[in-house]
């Protein structure tokens, strides 16, 4: 990635399916940055109870500190005197976090974000594509499928459950590409 001059913020955005890399590839980010001797923090938005965990953590059980945002808004006032900001997750805050993200590259901001772009029933999900259009850097990653082998861009669920957000991982998800996901069935 060819990087934007000193004293200039910018967007990135990591999107993709489940067990695609993206928390595996914000850690990374992160830890690139640390080592350079920047300030870092990382947000992820409080879901309920059992995502309460001041970690994150990718399927290769690599961990970061993170710090749990009730709303996107309170991202701003937490991030002041840091250098780079990730977000993880970012598929469940509000449509404000578009704007917090404007402002903190404004404020010459670092701003890693990840986040999946599809859910469940395969629609874009919440503020991702609004973030995707404001990314200056974008990175869509691909899972494999379990079923036949190819690159996935889906993430299946295995539990019968409309709700928009079931949270869980490889008990409840599964990566499928485009030919072997099954719309859920109202
Ligand atoms: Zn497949």
């Known amino acids: 990635m060819t990087l934007t001059p000193n004293n200039a913020g910018w967007i990135e955005v990591i999107c993709g399916s489940m067990f695609s890399g993206k928390t595996e590839e914000l850690i990374r980010r992160i830890r690139r940055a640390e080592i350079a001797k920047m300030k870092t923090i990382i947000f992820k938005p409080k879901i309920d109870s059992r995502y309460s965990s001041n970690h994150i953590v990718s399927h290769n059980q690599s961990k970061l500190e993170s710090v749990l945002a009730k709303n996107a808004n309170e991202i701003i006032d937490r991030s002041v ?10 598929q469940f805050f509000n449509d404000d976090i578009i704007n917090v993200c404007k402002t903190l590259a404004k404020q010459n901001k670092r701003v890693v974000v990840a986040g999946l772009d599809k859910d469940f029933q395969g629609i874009p999900f919440g503020p991702m594509p609004a973030l995707m259009c ?15 082998g190819n690159p996935a861009s889906c993430s299946q669920r295995t539990i019968k459950d409309s709700k928009q ?13 485009r030919n072997c996901f099954e719309a859920p069935k109202n």
């Open 165 to 177: 957000v079931v949270i869980g991982e490889s008990d409840v998800y599964e990566a499928r590409c």
């Open 81 to 90: 005197g840091m250098d780079v900001i990730g977000i993880d997750e970012a």
């Open 134 to 148: 404001e990314a200056d850097y974008l990175d869509k990653f691909r899972a494999i499928c379990v079923k036949c």
